[in-house]
């Protein structure tokens, strides 16, 4: 593995990690992304065979370009049918989900939580208007069976907004395991829940890396941007009243543009309820 560390002597290390290729002699590389810097780390790498998006700036010195295909409501392009695009012609045109393999110690170190009826809940995101708001979580959790354990899960930078959750909620079955787990344990105890409550976000991919059950949340963005969940049983909550202003952006903002966040406010938290198998009896 090669890592550009951008945050001290961004372009040094840049050169140091082009070096690093160059030393490799890679017969082929392909490029996934479509920023600049990458685009040049492909075009300098040395390889025989490029292989990238023609969205990339340096894609015109590319030995292959693809054409990166962009998803609608009507036909709606997964990023691993786009990824696997570059690789069609070496290997076939099925793309594989991604697949994370927790250890066995892993799972060991779950399984304290994995006694009773479980779910998971990520609540956190890195843009704000990805994040279903606190107090909606909240009252969700409170329409919960008080006899289902909660988990609440995320990063270290996580561990406010969880206790704000619990602490504001009246659900006695409440765990904060935010900054506690890593992600390949994290990935292990979404294998085990009922279902998982997630954001557009990073724990939604954990969870279609095992095939957890996932209900996926969508604020700001809109599933046709291609980075839906793959699990078996997935769902995709997000308001049902017509917003123009919906989608804002691909990755959200920090604050709604308009004000108002009315892509999470109108979201009906019986929306989440009815993705819990209602066999389980698990919503009062």
């Known amino acids: 593995m090669l890592i550009w560390d951008k945050k001290k002597n961004k372009y040094k290390n840049l050169f140091e990690v082009l070096k690093?290729?160059?030393?490799?002699?890679?017969?082929?590389?392909?490029?996934?992304?479509?920023?600049?810097?990458t685009g040049f780390l492909t075009v300098f790498s040395?390889?025989?065979?490029?292989?990238?998006?023609?969205?990339?700036?340096w894609s015109f010195l590319f030995t292959k370009k693809i054409k990166h295909r962009i998803s609608d409501d009507a036909n709606i392009?997964?990023?691993?049918?786009?990824?696997?695009?570059?690789?069609?012609?070496?290997?076939?045109?099925?793309p594989e989900r991604p697949k994370l393999y927790p250890?066995?110690?892993?799972?060991?170190?779950?399984?304290?939580?994995?006694?009773?009826p479980y779910i998971c809940i990520a609540p956190a995101s890195v843009?704000?208007?990805?994040?279903?708001?606190?107090?909606?979580?909240?009252?969700?959790?409170?329409?919960?069976?008080k006899d289902l354990q909660v988990y609440l899960i995320g990063a270290k930078d996580?561990?406010?907004?969880?206790?704000?959750?619990?602490n504001g909620s009246q659900h006695s079955l409440i765990i904060n395991l935010c900054g506690q787990l890593n992600f390949l344990q994290s990935a292990a105890l979404l294998k085990g829940a009922l279902m998982n409550y997630v954001n557009d976000s990073a724990p939604m991919h954990f969870a279609?890396?095992?095939?957890?059950?996932?209900?996926?949340?969508?604020?700001?963005?809109?599933?046709?941007?291609?980075?839906?969940?793959?699990?078996?049983?997935?769902?995709?909550?997000?308001?049902?009243?017509?917003?123009?202003?919906?989608?804002?952006?691909?990755?959200?903002?920090?604050?709604?543009?308009?004000?108002?966040?009315?892509?999470a406010?109108?979201?009906?938290?019986?929306?989440?309820?009815?993705?819990?198998?209602?066999?389980?009896?698990?919503?009062?």
């Open 158 to 166: 996580d561990i406010a907004l969880c206790d704000e959750i619990k």
């Open 20 to 37: 690093e290729i160059r030393q490799r002699k890679y017969d082929v590389v392909i490029n996934v992304q479509r920023f600049a810097a």
């Open 46 to 57: 040395g390889a025989c065979t490029t292989i990238g998006f023609d969205k990339n700036p």
């Open 208 to 263: 279609s890396a095992v095939n957890a059950s996932v209900t996926a949340v969508y604020c700001s963005t809109v599933p046709a941007f291609g980075f839906g969940p793959l699990s078996d049983k997935s769902f995709i909550v997000q308001t049902l009243i017509p917003l123009s202003c919906k989608p804002c952006g691909l990755h959200g903002y920090k604050a709604c543009p308009l004000g108002h966040f009315r892509c």
């Open 103 to 116: 250890s066995q110690e892993d799972f060991e170190k779950v399984k304290q939580y994995r006694q009773q």
């Open 265 to 284: 406010y109108t979201i009906e938290e019986k929306q989440l309820l009815e993705t819990l198998n209602s066999e389980t009896k698990l919503t009062t």
């Open 127 to 145: 843009w704000f208007t990805k994040q279903y708001p606190k107090e909606k979580w909240i009252t969700f959790i409170d329409a919960l069976s």
């Open 77 to 94: 392009v997964h990023e691993i049918e786009r990824n696997n695009d570059l690789i069609a012609e070496l290997t076939d045109d099925k």
